[in-house]
């Protein structure tokens, strides 16, 4: 049984090939959905088994699911070629289930194993633009970080994604232009030593504070606090 220790919010009537799941709210509780076979072309629905008490059960959903990446800003006059940042991430199937979620994207050989055993992969595969979202991460988080515009991105799909895999993305400055304030970024997810996705961005850079010119840290990490 799936525990979505991160799903949020809702997703109703999700079927396909005769299977329908649905899941129910979560809200800092455990929920396991149920499954159960339908007739092709109808839908069931169902109750969700809701077990509260995470602590007790030793369940994940008592401890903290997402770890986000400390925000650093790299203004363009601290830009060079060469320059570096990775982010790595285990793929939950909770992830691949929200992210179905939040972008509409219900095919099953995402979320149905019974589905996805069937085709070349053997198994669930992670979203193509879910493994993309994580160079986003990179960009809009270390490299160069807040206040980064998004101008273009390809993207050349190399091997699918499973459920469990560790994805490395890296982000690599390889050409620094002046016009514009815009810098080129060298894109690629890595599973082991296996290539899955590369491209290349195209972002602007934030320019300097006029306060901060004479002064300050190049890449000073932001402190967080809570709003």
């Known amino acids: 049984m799936l525990c979505p220790e991160d799903l949020p919010h809702r997703i109703l009537g999700t079927w396909f090939h005769g299977w329908a799941i649905e899941l129910g709210e979560q809200h800092r509780f455990c929920e396991w959905p149920l499954a159960r076979r ?19 059960l030793k ?11 400390p925000l650093q800003i790299f203004y363009f006059e601290d830009m060079r070629v060469g320059m570096t940042e990775t982010y790595s991430k285990v793929v939950k199937s909770s992830d691949v289930v929200g992210f179905a979620e939040i972008s509409g994207d219900r095919n099953p050989v995402h979320l149905s194993e019974h589905f996805a055993a069937k085709t070349p992969f053997g198994g669930r595969i992670a979203h193509g633009l879910y493994t993309a979202s994580l160079i986003s991460a990179v960009i ?3 490299l160069p970080g807040p206040g980064a515009i998004y101008v273009s991105q390809t993207l050349y799909f190399k091997a699918p994604v499973k ?22 970024l060298l894109c690629k ?16 850079v934030p320019a300097r504070p006029a306060a901060s010119q004479h002064g300050g840290e190049t890449g000073a990490a932001i402190a967080e606090t809570e709003g």
């Open 189 to 204: 997810c890595s599973v082991g030593d296996t290539i899955v996705l590369e491209g290349e961005a195209v972002v602007k």
């Open 38 to 56: 339908t007739e092709p072309g109808r839908l069931s629905t169902f109750e969700p088994r809701i077990r509260r008490d995470c602590t007790r």
């Open 163 to 184: 459920i469990g895999d560790t994805v490395v993305a890296t982000v690599q400055v390889t050409e620094v232009i002046e016009k514009g304030r815009r810098a080129k």
């Open 59 to 69: 369940c994940n959903c008592a401890r903290p699911a997402v770890t986000l990446l």
């Open 140 to 142: 809009g988080t270390r």
